[in-house]
């Protein structure tokens, strides 16, 4: 079966973001499958470009996949614009790609940005390849909620889109329950609808790594480091840090450790310059490769979102490195997460908006560190039980191989 799977934003190990196309697209390889990733260069190394990076179209072959790398950019860092033009561009570039690839039975189109459905219904009506259609966050509903689409007319288009896409797929595969219900409420009647959620990547993120040395040259020695490790932007919601970090002046030896890029990185920067804060650092990005010893370095993981209602829906991939890596994870918000990490009794979660709560569970946590090392413990066994990459993949691609089995009996 040849797989034409399209994802703006492929990275793999070398890069910084979430590499679940990446694993996903070397394991349908591995089960012998030939697959071609269409993506843009934004998230690749120049080792993953093999001597190509810079030119408009950059052809080659990672773990047997083979990739078509368009020179579309994209940084965490761009504003609304910046993004929308860089959605809009890789949509056009795609679509004309997308149609001179052959001999494809089936498209696998991952959002965001949602404009890679373009492609994907291109296929389907001119090529007669169905395809299936991945959310990994809701359009336009996300935009909307955080103020960065107004336009109704854009908005309602939007919407007329999404049902479009939603009509087209032969499948759609969501990354969490929340986003699977509002699917549900706006697709035809019948479609299938299946939650793959984002995976643990157990043999990358252990709790064996060390992160001793890491520890030491951050000058994390002596204080319980609470750790991001991940984006920057509006929706991360790390407003919430610095004003903790006011809160907690008394406690010197807690320390909030911000890691990565995005569009609020200055603005954090700024912050805590004016406010003195010592117990707040904030990193640049680091190469894929040292975030296990990263999370090992660190004391708990944090993952935040902004004081959106929508955002407890989302399946962050730091929650799922964070306990592949044997580490407590505690949440600013509720929904199905909190739900697993207590479960597990693995982490914890707040009512979103309780700050008071958020900086109450950090201290309670701080000072019972038996209890934290058995939360990391059991951590890891959600991740292996529930999140294994392995089983997900598989998953996806038996929803692939119905999609590719509806094209033969069409002939």
Known sequence: MHILYIHQYFATRRGGTGTRSYEFARRWVLAGH???????????????????????????????????ALAVPYRQSMGTTARIWSFIRFMLASVRHTLRIRDVDVVYATSTPPTVGVPAMACRFVRHVPFVFEIRDLWPDGPIAIGALKSRVLIGLLRWFERRVYKSASAIVCCAPGPAERVRERSP????????????????????????????RLGWNGRFVCLHAGAMGLINGLD????AARTMGDHPEILFALVGEGSHKTRLREQVREHGLDNVQILDQMPKGQIPALLRAADLCLVLVADIPIMEHNSANKFF????????????????????????????????????AFIARIIELKSDPARLEEMGRRARSLAEERFDRDRLSDQVLSRLKEGALSKRRTR
């Open 240 to 243: 919430l840090v610095v004003r």
């Open 189 to 216: 009647h019948g479609q299938i609808i299946q939650v793959v959620p984002n995976c643990s990547d157990t043999s990358f993120f252990r709790p064996d790594v060390d992160g001793s040395a890491l520890r030491n």
């Open 321 to 356: 490195d964070a306990i592949s890596a044997g580490r407590a994870v505690l949440l600013n918000y509720s929904g199905w997460q909190r739900e697993l990490l207590e479960e597990y009794r693995a982490g914890a979660g707040c009512r979103l908006g309780d700050e008071n």
């Open 34 to 68: 030939r697959v071609t990733m269409l993506t843009s260069q934004s998230q690749l190394t120049p080792e993953d470009m093999q001597g190509q990076a810079g030119r408009r179209v950059a052809r080659f072959e990672i773990e047997g996949v083979d990739v078509v």
